[in-house]
């Protein structure tokens, strides 16, 4: 099971980082890639960044390159997206998922385990 937090509102050019604990047994025993995806208000999910669990390696959408950093701790079961110079496009559902197969997928289908997803909002 996964539990995502950290959402909430801030101005434009703040800066958030998302958590997403998992819970059960260790990530490592199944997991090859943890992603998150974000979903805003009447648009389509979409991909935002994955980090391979095992190796670290990170690959981000393009948009989202320079301002967004996925991380693991891979004690905790943890992964993170922090957000900096948050922009009023940015809000939207913020998701994360594990994929149980794929390393560094971008396409939600990949994904078979997802969180309930946090709310970011970020005013101007």
């Known amino acids: 099971q996964l539990q995502a937090s950290g959402g909430g509102l801030v101005q434009a050019g703040g800066s958030l980082r998302l958590s997403c604990a998992g819970s059960?047994?260790?990530?490592?025993?199944?997991?090859?890639?943890m992603g998150w995806f974000r979903q805003a208000p009447g648009k389509e999910r979409e991909f935002v960044a994955v980090?391979?669990?095992?190796?670290?390696?990170?690959s981000y959408a393009d948009y989202a390159k320079g301002r967004f950093t996925i991380s693991r701790d891979y004690a905790k079961n943890t992964v993170y997206l922090q957000i900096d110079s948050l922009k009023p496009d940015d809000t939207a559902v913020y998701y994360c998922?594990?994929?149980?197969?794929?390393?560094?997928?971008?396409?939600?289908?990949?994904?078979?385990?997802w969180g309930q997803g946090t709310l970011v909002t970020v005013s101007s």
């Open positions: 998922a594990a994929s149980r197969t794929y390393f560094n997928s971008r396409f939600s289908n990949d994904y078979h385990d």
């Open positions: 059960g047994r260790p990530f490592s025993g199944y997991v090859r890639a």
């Open positions: 980090i391979n669990w095992s190796g670290g390696s990170t």
